[in-house]
């Protein structure tokens, strides 16, 4: 049988500083582009942005211009243009040539934007929307600019590899450095903003817990430890979003197995009121420049991505769109949180999707990417269109993925990989075992780092998979750090390996010392425009395969980068996805309802 389209999907809300006018993006047009319309009312319309793919979107806090961060190809590097809400005056500030330029936010009152160039090294930057003249704060490895004082005279730093991240504050005259918080050897600390006044700073860190947390740090008194302003034993902070003033905090908290609350804080007083969640999974939360209303995307397994808009002052949210009923794919099915051990006893969970009747199914195990990404219950319409067709889904969250505190999310660094990889073994032996998979009728799917997963399983464990799908995964670790962009390649290195000290182990790692081994039907995707993990990695997977005659197919996507932005392009991967697998697990078609 045939499975519906997926709906159009709106998300990354930008308020106008007075909210009354809502800028999102939206992929209604076949490319995520900017659209605007009236908090509550009316039909929203379409900005001039140009064809390619818009990945994030900010209001300036005058209201005079509107910034775009734009993805040319669909590819990592990015550009920054800005236009006016009107669709006018649209010209390029940042991201020329070979750097790829990210919006970390506006100085007060103005159109000052904060931005990131990275290249070879980082650039903070301060560069003006209308006239786009630029000014240089810093430069070095592995930089991000968080945050500046209204003055100018202090900026807030990110620094470091991936999960070993440190702030530092940075005297913009004197060039001065220092590190925010002692180094406690342990944790990252990823996001932190200035508080009032620019006396204190915010942090998002899980150098001081296990479950990541909001501190307060004095800068002032800056012997004294940090304060803790909000924390959970149950829940950690994903994501921290200030009000315009400092005085208040939108909490995004991830509970266990992925499920989003969200809170306001008082900064002042720590009390915190709850706001009842409008989806499965929250994200891009954001404040109006006046503090009066705060927008964020809501999604889950049956709820497209959309936008809600929440009054501070009462906690209430409400969709964006004027209908008020949120949309929902009626055809779809809720997923079922499951635990299970890995093969060493550590505590493993994921998403199980059944289509109707008794098992057992044939059965695909999805693996998300990062290796710091978490599946969560939101909208897969792939997960669905796989279950329409008769074939169950289990998502796991095997070691190395976020959300469950930063032991975990640091349980598979290096030699650690061994035993994620070894955690996709214990899910197929899981589902067998309880009923849900038939052997021999075993799938597995993943991009990015899901896509090496799905490889490095295969050639690990041969015969446990009957066949797979693996969309822009790294094959070898050395082509990957050869030919990625140099400050992807230099944020990976604490989680995989240092190219030349580690490269025994990387060579072990890597599915191409050992694609002798995988005998099994494979589907290859990628992007031809991947920067990420360059298009070569699926390329050299599919030409080793060809020469021994494995059965395989390798779909290369023009116009895409590492994720598919096009809904043309995602359609296409989807189809060709649940083509494979069906054929090759011997799925019978089921209807569901």
């Not at 990945?55 to 800005?82: F, H, I, K, N």
């Not at 700073?201 to 004095?218: G, M, P």
Request: net charge negative.
């Amino acid at each position: 049988m045939s499975t519906p389209v997926p709906a159009s999907e709106d998300f990354a809300p930008a308020p106008s500083p007075d909210g009354r006018l809502v800028a999102f993006l939206s992929d209604r047009a076949g490319t995520p582009g900017v659209w605007v319309c009236e908090a509550d009312v009316g039909a929203p319309v379409a900005l001039p942005v140009g064809d390619e793919p818009v990945l994030a979107l900010s209001w300036s806090p005058d209201g005079e211009w509107l910034a775009c961060v734009v993805a040319p190809g669909g590819a990592p590097r990015t550009e920054l243009w800005v236009l006016r809400p009107d669709g006018t005056r649209r010209h390029q500030v940042a991201g020329f040539g070979r750097r790829s330029a990210a919006l970390a936010g506006w100085l007060p009152g103005g159109a000052l934007m904060m931005v990131t160039e990275t290249d070879e090294h980082g650039q903070a930057l301060l560069v003006d929307a209308a006239t786009g003249h630029r000014r240089v704060l810093a430069q070095g490895d592995l930089l991000t600019l968080l945050d500046v004082t209204p003055d100018a005279g202090v900026a807030l730093l990110r620094r470091g590899p991936r999960n070993a991240r440190w702030l530092e504050l940075l005297d913009v005259p004197t060039g001065e450095r220092r590190r925010l918080l002692p180094d406690t050897g342990r944790g990252s600390t990823d996001q932190g903003w200035f508080g009032p006044g620019g006396t204190s700073v915010l942090a998002r860190t899980d150098a001081y817990s296990e479950l990541a947390a909001l501190v307060r740090v004095d800068l002032a008194r800056p012997e004294q430890p940090p304060a803790r302003l909000a924390g959970r034993g149950d829940a950690e902070l994903e994501h921290v979003t200030p009000s315009p003033d400092g005085h208040r905090c939108a909490l995004l908290w991830n509970t266990y197995g992925g499920r989003s609350e969200l809170s306001l804080l008082d900064v002042a007083s720590g009390v915190q009121r709850a706001v009842a969640a409008p989806g499965e999974v929250l994200d891009d939360t954001v404040f109006a420049a006046d503090g009066g209303l705060l927008c964020l995307t809501a999604q889950g397994p049956v709820q497209p991505r959309e936008v809600w808009l929440v009054d501070p002052s009462t906690g209430t949210p409400r969709p964006l769109r004027p209908d008020t009923a949120p949309r929902r794919d009626d055809a779809g099915v809720a997923p079922q949180l499951v635990d299970l051990r890995a093969r060493d006893g550590l505590p493993l969970s994921g998403w199980l999707y059944r289509p109707a009747g008794p098992g057992p199914w044939p059965t695909a195990i999805s693996l998300h990417g990062g290796p710091e990404a978490q599946e969560r219950p939101g909208y897969h319409p792939l997960f669905q269109a796989l279950v329409a067709q008769g074939v169950a889904v289990f998502a796991p969250n095997v070691r190395g993925s976020s959300g469950f505190g930063r032991s975990f999310v640091a349980a598979d660094n290096l030699a650690g990989r061994y035993g994620a990889i070894a955690d996709v073994a214990a899910c197929a032996d899981f589902l067998v075992d309880a009923g849900v998979a038939r052997p021999g009728q075993l799938g597995v799917l993943g991009r990015s780092y899901g896509g090496y997963l799905v490889l490095a399983v295969l050639v690990n464990f041969p015969g446990l998979f009957a066949a797979g799908v693996a969309e822009c995964g790294i094959s070898d670790f050395r082509t990957f750090f050869a030919g990625t962009e140099p400050w992807i390649a230099a944020a990976a290195v604490s989680k995989y390996g240092d190219p030349q000290r580690d490269a025994e182990l990387l060579r072990d790692l890597s599915p191409m010392t050992h694609v002798d081994r995988l005998d099994v039907p494979v589907l290859l995707i990628h992007g031809a425009n991947d920067t990420n993990v360059p298009a070569g990695e699926s390329a050299q997977v599919a030409q080793a395969l060809a020469e021994r005659g494995v059965p395989h197919g390798h779909l290369v996507l023009t116009g895409e980068g590492h994720d598919f932005l096009t809904r043309a392009n995602a359609e296409a991967a989807r189809t060709a996805t649940t083509g494979w697998l069906t054929r090759h697990l011997c799925a019978t078609v089921t209807v569901i309802g």
